[in-house]
Protein backbone atom coordinates (compact mmCIF):
# COMPACT_ATOMS: atom_id res chain seq x y z
CA UNK A 1 0.00 0.00 0.00
CA UNK A 2 0.89 3.83 -0.02
CA UNK A 3 3.78 5.27 2.94
CA UNK A 4 3.52 8.93 2.87
CA UNK A 5 6.16 10.43 4.43
CA UNK A 6 6.08 14.09 5.78
CA UNK A 7 8.77 16.36 7.38
CA UNK A 8 9.43 18.28 9.23
CA UNK A 9 7.43 17.60 12.03
CA UNK A 10 7.84 20.77 13.76
CA UNK A 11 8.18 24.26 11.98
CA UNK A 12 8.49 27.61 13.36
CA UNK A 13 8.70 31.02 11.20
CA UNK A 14 8.59 34.37 11.99
CA UNK A 15 5.70 36.39 10.49
CA UNK A 16 6.06 37.33 6.75
CA UNK A 17 8.50 34.70 5.91
CA UNK A 18 8.00 31.43 3.97
CA UNK A 19 7.29 27.87 5.47
CA UNK A 20 7.97 24.94 2.88
CA UNK A 21 6.92 21.27 3.94
CA UNK A 22 7.73 18.42 2.09
CA UNK A 23 6.24 14.81 1.46
CA UNK A 24 7.39 11.85 -0.36
CA UNK A 25 4.98 8.70 -1.63
CA UNK A 26 5.40 5.50 -2.63
CA UNK A 27 2.94 4.40 -4.88
CA UNK A 28 3.01 5.29 -8.43
CA UNK A 29 0.01 4.94 -8.86
CA UNK A 30 -0.93 7.64 -6.79
CA UNK A 31 -1.77 10.80 -8.67
CA UNK A 32 -3.89 12.82 -6.49
CA UNK A 33 -2.14 15.02 -3.48
CA UNK A 34 -4.49 17.08 -1.19
CA UNK A 35 -3.09 19.05 1.47
CA UNK A 36 -5.17 19.87 4.84
CA UNK A 37 -4.78 22.03 7.44
CA UNK A 38 -6.30 21.11 10.82
CA UNK A 39 -6.65 24.02 13.91
CA UNK A 40 -6.67 22.03 16.90
CA UNK A 41 -10.15 19.96 17.58
CA UNK A 42 -11.60 20.58 14.28
CA UNK A 43 -12.25 18.90 11.31
CA UNK A 44 -9.16 18.99 8.30
CA UNK A 45 -9.51 21.78 5.53
CA UNK A 46 -8.78 21.43 2.34
CA UNK A 47 -6.41 24.12 1.56
CA UNK A 48 -5.35 23.12 -2.15
CA UNK A 49 -4.59 19.89 -4.12
CA UNK A 50 -2.47 18.93 -7.44
CA UNK A 51 -3.09 16.29 -9.62
CA UNK A 52 -0.07 14.35 -11.37
CA UNK A 53 -0.88 16.34 -14.84
CA UNK A 54 0.46 19.22 -13.35
CA UNK A 55 3.46 20.15 -11.40
CA UNK A 56 2.16 23.17 -9.87
CA UNK A 57 -0.13 24.97 -8.73
CA UNK A 58 -0.85 28.56 -6.96
CA UNK A 59 -3.45 29.72 -4.79
CA UNK A 60 -2.90 32.98 -3.31
CA UNK A 61 0.17 32.47 -0.91
CA UNK A 62 -0.04 29.37 -1.23
CA UNK A 63 1.33 26.89 -3.75
CA UNK A 64 1.80 22.94 -4.15
CA UNK A 65 4.49 21.53 -6.58
CA UNK A 66 4.91 18.13 -7.95
CA UNK A 67 7.80 16.08 -9.03
CA UNK A 68 5.99 12.48 -10.07
CA UNK A 69 9.49 11.27 -11.38
CA UNK A 70 11.02 11.97 -7.77
CA UNK A 71 7.84 10.92 -5.95
CA UNK A 72 7.54 14.08 -3.92
CA UNK A 73 5.63 17.09 -3.31
CA UNK A 74 5.99 20.28 -1.43
CA UNK A 75 3.78 22.64 0.19
CA UNK A 76 4.72 26.17 -0.23
CA UNK A 77 3.23 29.21 2.32
CA UNK A 78 4.87 32.74 1.30
CA UNK A 79 4.43 35.77 3.94
CA UNK A 80 3.11 33.79 6.64
CA UNK A 81 0.61 35.34 9.02
CA UNK A 82 -0.14 34.07 12.50
CA UNK A 83 -3.16 32.57 11.54
CA UNK A 84 -1.44 30.09 9.69
CA UNK A 85 -0.61 28.52 12.90
CA UNK A 86 -2.22 24.44 12.63
CA UNK A 87 -1.03 21.19 11.77
CA UNK A 88 -0.82 20.48 8.07
CA UNK A 89 -1.46 17.33 6.54
CA UNK A 90 -0.54 15.90 2.92
CA UNK A 91 -2.27 13.11 1.50
CA UNK A 92 -1.89 10.81 -1.45
CA UNK A 93 -4.53 8.60 -3.25
CA UNK A 94 -4.63 7.18 -6.63
CA UNK A 95 -7.75 7.99 -8.83
CA UNK A 96 -11.16 6.11 -8.16
CA UNK A 97 -14.69 6.36 -6.60
CA UNK A 98 -13.18 4.01 -3.68
CA UNK A 99 -9.81 5.56 -3.76
CA UNK A 100 -8.53 6.01 -0.17
CA UNK A 101 -5.89 8.73 0.73
CA UNK A 102 -3.26 7.98 2.79
CA UNK A 103 -2.50 10.64 5.58
CA UNK A 104 1.20 11.97 6.31
CA UNK A 105 2.68 12.81 10.13
CA UNK A 106 1.96 16.15 9.86
CA UNK A 107 3.46 19.20 10.35
CA UNK A 108 3.02 21.63 13.29
CA UNK A 109 3.63 25.06 12.15
CA UNK A 110 3.98 28.03 14.16
CA UNK A 111 3.86 31.39 12.91
CA UNK A 112 5.92 33.99 15.74
CA UNK A 113 4.83 37.55 15.54
CA UNK B 1 -16.98 23.20 -0.82
CA UNK B 2 -19.13 20.62 -0.38
CA UNK B 3 -20.70 20.05 3.41
CA UNK B 4 -20.18 16.73 4.93
CA UNK B 5 -22.37 17.07 8.51
CA UNK B 6 -20.84 14.82 11.61
CA UNK B 7 -22.97 13.98 14.51
CA UNK B 8 -22.30 14.26 17.92
CA UNK B 9 -19.61 16.75 18.02
CA UNK B 10 -18.75 14.93 21.93
CA UNK B 11 -19.66 12.66 23.35
CA UNK B 12 -18.94 10.55 26.83
CA UNK B 13 -19.97 7.21 27.81
CA UNK B 14 -19.82 4.30 30.21
CA UNK B 15 -17.27 1.50 29.51
CA UNK B 16 -18.89 -1.45 28.22
CA UNK B 17 -22.30 0.59 26.54
CA UNK B 18 -22.37 1.46 22.51
CA UNK B 19 -21.89 5.06 20.87
CA UNK B 20 -23.33 5.60 16.97
CA UNK B 21 -21.52 8.31 15.42
CA UNK B 22 -23.70 9.94 12.38
CA UNK B 23 -21.79 11.03 8.82
CA UNK B 24 -23.88 12.83 6.52
CA UNK B 25 -23.14 14.22 3.50
CA UNK B 26 -25.57 17.41 2.68
CA UNK B 27 -25.15 18.50 -0.63
CA UNK B 28 -24.09 15.99 -2.51
CA UNK B 29 -24.58 11.62 -2.63
CA UNK B 30 -21.36 9.65 -1.46
CA UNK B 31 -21.16 6.40 -2.58
CA UNK B 32 -17.55 5.94 -0.36
CA UNK B 33 -17.11 7.00 3.07
CA UNK B 34 -14.47 6.90 4.98
CA UNK B 35 -13.81 7.01 8.99
CA UNK B 36 -10.78 7.64 10.25
CA UNK B 37 -9.66 7.82 13.94
CA UNK B 38 -7.08 10.72 15.31
CA UNK B 39 -5.22 10.24 18.83
CA UNK B 40 -4.27 13.74 20.17
CA UNK B 41 -0.67 15.00 18.72
CA UNK B 42 -0.92 12.27 15.66
CA UNK B 43 -2.04 11.94 12.02
CA UNK B 44 -5.25 10.57 10.67
CA UNK B 45 -5.24 6.65 10.56
CA UNK B 46 -8.09 5.10 8.27
CA UNK B 47 -10.28 2.72 10.35
CA UNK B 48 -12.61 1.50 7.26
CA UNK B 49 -14.28 2.58 3.83
CA UNK B 50 -17.84 2.97 4.22
CA UNK B 51 -19.59 1.83 0.60
CA UNK B 52 -23.42 2.29 0.41
CA UNK B 53 -24.92 -0.82 0.34
CA UNK B 54 -22.32 -3.46 0.79
CA UNK B 55 -20.28 -4.27 3.51
CA UNK B 56 -18.01 -1.65 4.71
CA UNK B 57 -14.07 -2.47 3.90
CA UNK B 58 -11.84 -2.28 7.32
CA UNK B 59 -8.18 -1.63 7.79
CA UNK B 60 -5.79 -4.36 8.76
CA UNK B 61 -5.91 -4.06 12.38
CA UNK B 62 -9.36 -2.77 12.88
CA UNK B 63 -11.90 -5.10 14.71
CA UNK B 64 -14.98 -5.24 12.61
CA UNK B 65 -17.23 -6.79 15.35
CA UNK B 66 -16.04 -3.76 17.51
CA UNK B 67 -16.65 -0.51 15.11
CA UNK B 68 -19.79 -1.28 13.04
CA UNK B 69 -20.65 0.54 10.01
CA UNK B 70 -23.59 0.56 8.10
CA UNK B 71 -23.82 2.76 5.21
CA UNK B 72 -27.71 2.59 4.24
CA UNK B 73 -28.04 5.78 1.85
CA UNK B 74 -26.36 7.85 -0.11
CA UNK B 75 -26.06 10.65 2.26
CA UNK B 76 -25.45 8.51 5.17
CA UNK B 77 -22.93 6.68 7.21
CA UNK B 78 -23.25 5.50 10.27
CA UNK B 79 -19.94 3.95 12.82
CA UNK B 80 -20.84 2.17 15.82
CA UNK B 81 -18.50 1.52 19.03
CA UNK B 82 -19.69 -1.51 20.71
CA UNK B 83 -18.89 -2.51 23.72
CA UNK B 84 -16.81 1.19 24.51
CA UNK B 85 -13.81 1.06 26.62
CA UNK B 86 -11.34 3.83 27.70
CA UNK B 87 -8.53 3.00 25.09
CA UNK B 88 -11.58 3.66 22.71
CA UNK B 89 -11.56 7.32 23.32
CA UNK B 90 -10.26 9.11 20.56
CA UNK B 91 -11.29 11.64 18.06
CA UNK B 92 -13.36 9.88 15.08
CA UNK B 93 -13.97 12.17 12.01
CA UNK B 94 -15.89 10.69 8.18
CA UNK B 95 -15.01 12.20 5.14
CA UNK B 96 -16.89 11.28 1.87
CA UNK B 97 -16.24 11.98 -1.65
CA UNK B 98 -17.43 14.30 -4.06
CA UNK B 99 -17.75 13.13 -7.37
CA UNK B 100 -19.66 16.21 -8.42
CA UNK B 101 -18.72 17.96 -12.13
CA UNK B 102 -14.92 18.47 -11.83
CA UNK B 103 -14.15 17.67 -8.39
CA UNK B 104 -12.42 14.46 -9.49
CA UNK B 105 -11.11 13.05 -5.84
CA UNK B 106 -12.14 15.86 -3.87
CA UNK B 107 -12.54 14.55 -0.20
CA UNK B 108 -14.33 16.36 2.50
CA UNK B 109 -14.26 15.96 5.84
CA UNK B 110 -17.12 16.49 8.96
CA UNK B 111 -16.68 18.20 12.06
CA UNK B 112 -15.42 15.34 14.04
CA UNK B 113 -17.24 13.89 17.05
CA UNK B 114 -14.84 13.35 20.54
CA UNK B 115 -15.71 10.46 22.16
CA UNK B 116 -14.67 9.61 25.57
CA UNK B 117 -15.16 6.72 27.48
CA UNK B 118 -15.56 6.50 31.22
Known amino acids: GENVEQHPSTLSVQEGDSAVIKCTYSDSASNYFPWYKQELGKRPQLIID?????GEKKDQRIAVTLNKTAKHFSLHITETQPEDSAVYFCAASPTGTASKLTFGTGTRLQVML | GAVVSQHPSRVICKSGTSVKIECRSLDFQATTMFWYRQFPKQSLMLMATSNEGSKATYEQGVEKDKFLINHASLTLSTLTVTSAHPEDSSFYICSARDLRGGSGNTIYFGEGSWLTVV
Open chain 1, 50 to 54: IRSNV
